[in-house]
């Protein structure tokens, strides 16, 4: 426990309201250990220097010979100050890109001009995870880690393995059997990690990294640690600041383990707190059908934040029915394969912060969406694709209007996960499948195939 929460710009805090004890950020708890709760880094405003104007923070981004200038996380530190900056790690981070697609936009029927995609494939690890890690292992390196370890469906453990060797840190992954991308699983043994595959779901691997790091002192990097969730939160500056900082009308994220949905609505609840942005948009979260347990439980059996008293018994009782049924979710977006969602209640917050909806799209929507992001935009892994195939429920339903202004976080590269995207055009899998031609090597014949 703590005194110095009121004299330290940063702190840890239980986000259960009945409970509420605080922390030194130089702990790594991951979970309150007086309630077992999650935990969120807080901040005393008034001790930290936050610009009066978001476009201050862009004009660091000149400096590019200063590393943490350049970084897309660390341009926007004051909002983050939980660590000095003789800590502070980057690789290069957050160099990504918020395009208008109006090709996009039309598949979608929405107007010329409204639909953005933030694409985050273009860390250097390939997804959006390098944001939170840069911030995460800064946090390691403040509390003197030597060794990590992350449970993953496979962007985690590239972009750990990746940070970890960047800081000469020692490290394992955890991936449960036979459901990786290869893309993913080539990274982390290329980075050099040491990577365990677990005979069982990410679930499992996510039960049992738990265990291993608590055991053994390792430092934890899944979304349940509070710091990744701080480097998330740029995402969210980079759309506005792409936006000449406005604020989009909607934002549309996959949800797998529900760390960027938490981080986002956070994000924007700081942003409002201190001045700098007047609204705060709507976010849509998009689950895969074979892996929807928020959906479920939010318009199912309409669990709500509800102040911080989330209604445990609905939750327990959702997942002692998934065990007694022996349930393991299935969806061709590995990356937000999970049923047992670790930042769950953080995501009820910022869906109580944003006015948010859920819902879940198939396998078959998802890779027909992600063909169109393809074939008109820069490409994206499966989980990405979930927010355009979202987007066009929602569109239908008009919850979303054709002229609102959109933003969808492509959170992977296309080439994390070549199998899903060649097996589609190649076996003819979906409405925009773009097969393969056999030819003879003759060159009239060669010739009658061109079109
Ligand atoms: C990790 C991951 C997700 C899931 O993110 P959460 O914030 O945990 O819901 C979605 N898409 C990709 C590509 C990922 O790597
Ligand atoms: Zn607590």
Redesign the pocket.
């Known amino acids: 426990m703590l005194v110095s929460s009121k004299i330290q710009a940063a702190f840890q805090k239980c986000i259960n309201p009945d409970c509420g004890a605080e922390f030194d950020c130089g702990k790594s708890l991951f979970k309150c250990p007086q309630c077992g709760e999650l935990l969120d880094t807080q901040y005393n405003w008034d001790k930290i220097p936050v610009p009066d104007k978001l476009n201050k923070f862009a004009k660091r981004w000149a400096n590019r010979d200063k590393p943490l200038d350049f970084s897309g996380v660390w341009r926007f530190r004051e909002m983050l100050d939980f660590c000095p900056d003789k800590y502070k790690v980057t690789i290069g981070e957050g160099q990504t890109i918020l395009q208008r697609n109006d090709a996009v936009a039309k598949y979608v029927d929405m107007k010329t001009g409204c639909l953005y995609l933030q694409y985050e494939g273009l860390n250097p690890s390939g997804?959006?995870?390098d944001n939170g890690m840069a911030a995460a292992f800064s946090h390691a390196m403040m509390v003197g880690a030597k060794s990590c370890a992350c449970a993953s469906?496979?962007?985690?453990s590239a972009s750990v393995a990746l940070y970890a060797h960047s800081c000469g840190l020692k490290c394992t992954v955890f991936i449960g059997s036979g459901r990786i991308a290869f893309g993913k699983l080539s990274q982390a043994m290329d980075y050099g990690a040491q990577t365990i595959q677990i005979n069982g779901d990410f679930d499992d691997c996510m039960r049992r990294v738990q265990e291993v790091c608590s055991k053994l002192k390792l430092y934890l990097l899944n979304?349940l640690n509070p710091f990744r969730l701080e480097g998330q939160k740029t995402i969210m500056y980079r759309i506005i600041e792409s936006l000449g900082w406005e604020v989009p009308d909607w934002i549309i994220?996959?949800?797998?383990?529900?760390?960027?949905?938490s981080a986002f609505g956070k994000a924007f609840h700081e942003l409002k707190q201190l001045g700098l942005i007047n609204r705060i948009p709507r976010m849509a979260i998009i689950n895969a059908t074979g892996a929807d347990t928020l959906t479920d439980l939010v318009n199912g059996k309409k669990l709500t934040w509800n102040g911080g008293r989330v209604e445990q018994k609905i939750i327990d009782d959702y997942y002692a029915e998934l065990t007694a049924r022996n349930f393991s979710p299935h969806t061709c977006a590995s990356?937000?394969e999970i049923a047992r969602?670790v930042?769950l209640k953080k995501c009820l917050r910022a869906i109580d912060i944003c006015d948010g909806v859920v819902l879940a799209v198939t396998d078959e929507e998802i890779c027909d969406a992600k063909a169109i992001i393809g074939k008109y935009g820069l490409g994206c892994?499966p989980?990405?694709a979930a927010t355009i195939a979202g987007l066009r429920h929602l569109r239908a339903e008009s919850i979303i209007a054709a002229d609102d202004r959109v933003a969808c976080v492509l959170?992977?590269h296309p080439l994390?996960d070549p199998n899903i995207t060649v097996n589609y055009h190649k076996d003819k899998l979906g409405q925009f499948s773009n097969p393969l031609i056999e030819a003879p090597n003759e060159l009239d014949e060669i010739i009658k195939l061109i079109k």
């Not at 469906?153 to 985690?156: H, L, Y």
């Not at 994220?253 to 949905?261: A, C, E, I, W």
């Open positions: 997804s959006f995870k469906t496979g962007n985690t979304s994220v996959p949800g797998g383990n529900l760390g960027n949905s990356a937000i969602p930042n892994e989980a990405s959170t992977g994390k």
